[in-house]
């Protein structure tokens, strides 16, 4: 019917192109011949305009189903903008008023609507769906069709209902749009949509401009980020953080160093998140901080890098995210920071909810791991993962490429691999093959009597660090895959047979370690950088002040205060404020004398302080210990200020110790005379007074059985308050 529309003529009239990027244009010619199309698309590869173009052309008015409302107004304008009437494009979401409904229905009816944008809510309502059911449908484009699947990173279950209600309000073709999808996410969506058959254009997932880079999320984090900020100065970039809190807190230690960054997440009034995004646009505003809420109506083409402060929940999320950055094919630097614990609290999120849940989020979750722990190519990785092969063996452009592991000889690992999957019957997850290969007796590997088996503990003589790596990586090379039903089972692909008949080298790189130990005991400014010389003169000075003063050495400075100043080498008392453990308070107290030697050190050595490294830190927690303090002052019960506040004691103990380690003075005797012997707070004073170190664990030891922890971290407070605020 529509074979001889001149598709290049209608791009110029309606778009001003000269020409349809990559399938385009394939896709609208199998929607004009009326038939379902499944396009998989990454970000800024122009999706809508399939949808758009083919909806201007056709008889009818065209249905996009789009989780986005922000999106919406945005499209809508857009295609307004394009013609000569108003109308041409409505959408129908629960923003709108009844006046504003009238409006579009009647527009509809008098059939100068051609683009209706409906949230899938809205097309649900019965009203609606009366209303729909008599007019002409061109067709229905589901956008961000990933939201059908639970494998989806953005599952919601309104979109199961997509189907049943078009069927009720009359058959027309199906176009379902994704930016990103695995085959298992493809499969659910074309089964839920009952579009089996539909034409399926996918197009590559290769970004070539990004660089993808994955960084060990130590505690100078916030200094890591506002240093690279600060040398890409002017640039525009999004930082994504999982939680609203800690949105706020970067974002305010953003603007404590001069970088112009705002804040953005779903619990701030629409007038102020559409107030940012305007900011962000225009460029008032170099930095975004926010949640995954942030981003789905941006089209901003010169986003220059995208910094994820948290592991995302799933590799399909950070795909989505990073694909934000250099979409005018400029540069796009992605970089992850990644902890272990941060993978272990995303675990801990998911209790709770229903086991189907749960297993699907953390099989998820432990694809984002392989992402970030592995040595492979990044690029490699991320676009096997979306099931499409890249030869190169290095890309150039990603941390693992610039910086390659030296190769190892795997094939002997791949043999045990290959052997154990077939021995278990090719019905299990890597975990599960993992623990069999090193011969765990686990009540799982126990209950199917796979401990019985010739293959069981075969590789347990191996070193363990490689079989992650040997699965991850013969999957990438073709010997193994996952399952697409059972997602996660492992199989062995027809090269994985011809392997285990005749094995050929298979040279593997071991994974990144983010040893955990490591990332505990690096303080802030990392231990590498402290100067040994200066760090020693600054343990002198304090030895002096505590024999001059009488007072522990501890009580003037910690150590870790210490470590810091030899590492930033601060030189005044603005500057020492700066440091772990320094309040205004003990800066003024102790800090001249360790400001001069410190200058004095700096001119004499000819040392360039590290300027970058002076990052402002905001008091995070101010609010709190400000609302601690004044409790105290009111001589409310420690207990009851923890239970007000919503944390454990154990954390507010944490809190009362940085407020007065920083320098503040408090008094808690009023709870100390109600909760430990007198006796007992007696000795414990006694052995701080003694005492070389303020360390609890040689407290312990030292006070014996009698004295329990709380009672010794009680008193400790009440020490450092007193002799030394």
């Excluded at 189903?65 to 809508?76: D, R, T």
């Excluded at 041409?88 to 009816?109: G, M, P, T, W």
């Excluded at 099931?387 to 045990?416: F, M, R, S, T």
């Excluded at 020492?576 to 003990?586: C, E, H, I, R, S």
């Amino acid at each position: 019917m529509y074979n001889d529309v001149n598709l290049t003529e209608k791009l110029k009239q309606y778009f001003g192109f000269d020409k349809f990027k990559g399938n385009q244009e394939a896709i609208i010619r199998n929607l004009l011949d009326g038939k379902d199309t499944f396009v998989l698309m990454p970000t800024g590869g122009g999706k809508s305009l399939c949808y758009q173009l083919p909806s201007l052309i056709m008889d009818g008015t065209a249905i996009v189903i789009s989780p986005l409302i922000a999106l919406m107004k945005n499209q809508v304008d857009v295609i307004n903008g394009m013609t000569e009437t108003d109308g041409v494009a409505h959408y129908l979401n629960s923003s709108l008023n009844k006046s504003a409904i009238d409006k579009v229905k009647s527009d509809i009816l008098a059939g100068k609507t051609k683009l209706l944008y409906v949230a899938p809510e809205s097309l649900t309502k019965e009203d609606n769906v009366d209303f729909l059911k008599g007019i002409k449908i061109s067709f229905y484009a589901v956008d961000e069709a990933h939201c059908i699947s639970e494998w989806g990173h953005d599952f919601r279950p309104e979109y199961r209902r997509i189907r049943p209600i078009i069927n009720e309000i009359g058959d027309a073709p199906v176009i379902a749009l994704t930016a990103t999808a695995t085959d298992k996410v493809r499969t659910d969506i074309k089964k839920n949509l009952g579009i089996l058959d539909a034409a399926e254009f996918k197009s590559s997932f290769n970004r070539p401009n990004l660089y993808y880079e994955v960084r060990h999320k130590t505690k100078d984090i916030d200094k890591q980020i506002v240093k690279f900020i600060k040398q890409n100065s002017g640039k525009s970039g999004i930082i994504y953080c999982l939680s609203r809190k800690k949105v706020e807190e970067l974002a305010a230690v953003l603007r404590a160093n001069d970088i112009k960054a705002a804040a953005y997440h779903a619990g701030l009034d629409s007038g102020t998140r559409s107030g940012t995004q305007d900011d962000f646009l225009m460029e008032r505003i170099d930095v975004i901080v926010a949640t995954i809420a942030f981003g789905m109506g941006i089209d901003k083409p010169d986003v220059r890098f995208v910094i994820h402060y948290d592991i995302p929940k799933s590799l399909e999320g950070y795909y989505q995210e990073t694909g934000r950055a250099g979409r005018d094919g400029g540069e796009g630097k992605c970089i992850a920071f990644y902890s272990y614990k941060d993978l272990k609290k995303l675990e801990k999120f998911m209790e709770g909810k229903p086991v189907a849940e749960q297993d699907i989020g953390r099989q998820l979750l432990q694809e984002t791991a392989a992402y970030a722990e592995s040595s492979v190519c990044r690029r490699k990785m991320l676009l096997h993962y979306f099931g499409e092969e890249y030869d190169k063996d290095n890309c150039g452009n990603c941390d693992n490429c610039l910086h390659p592991q030296v190769k190892i000889e795997g094939k002997e690992a791949l043999e045990v691999v290959l052997n154990a999957i077939a021995a278990i019957k090719e019905d299990f997850r890597t975990d599960y093959v993992i623990d069999f290969v090193e011969g765990k007796e686990t009540n799982d590997i126990v209950a199917h009597k796979h401990d019985k088996l010739e293959e069981f503990g075969s590789g347990e003589d191996m070193d363990e660090k490689l079989w992650n790596p040997v699965i991850r990586q013969a999957l990438i090379a073709g010997y193994l895959k996952k399952d697409v039903e059972n997602y996660g089972i492992l199989k062995i692909t027809p090269s994985g047979k011809k392997f285990m008949k005749n094995p050929q080298s298979f040279m593997i790189v071991k994974d990144n370690e983010f040893n955990e130990d490591e990332e505990d005991d690096s303080h802030e400014g990392g231990s590498s950088a402290l100067d040994p010389t200066l760090h020693a003169m600054l343990k002198d000075l304090r030895k002096k002040v505590s024999v001059r003063l009488k007072l522990p050495p501890y009580i003037i400075f910690q150590d870790i205060s210490l470590e810091q100043m030899a590492t930033v080498y601060p030189i005044t008392l603005e500057d020492l404020q700066n440091v772990q453990g320094v309040g205004a308070g003990k800066a003024r107290r102790y800090g001249k004398e360790f400001v001069a030697l410190i200058k004095k050190y700096c001119e004499e050595n000819e040392i360039e302080r590290p300027e970058d490294l002076r990052v402002r830190t905001v008091a995070k927690k101010s609010v709190l210990k400000v609302k601690i303090i004044q409790s105290i002052d009111r001589q409310v019960a420690l207990d009851d200020i923890a239970e007000a506040q919503g944390i454990d004691f154990d954390e507010l103990l944490d809190e009362v110790e940085a407020i007065v380690y920083s320098g503040t003075k408090i008094n808690i005797d009023y709870f100390l005379e109600e909760v430990i012997d007198d006796d007992h707070v007696d000795d414990i004073y006694e052995y701080f007074k003694e005492s070389e170190t303020d360390d609890l664990e040689t407290a312990m030891e030292e006070l014996g059985e009698d004295y329990t922890e709380e009672e010794v971290r009680l008193v400790r407070i009440k020490f450092i308050s007193d002799m030394g605020n």
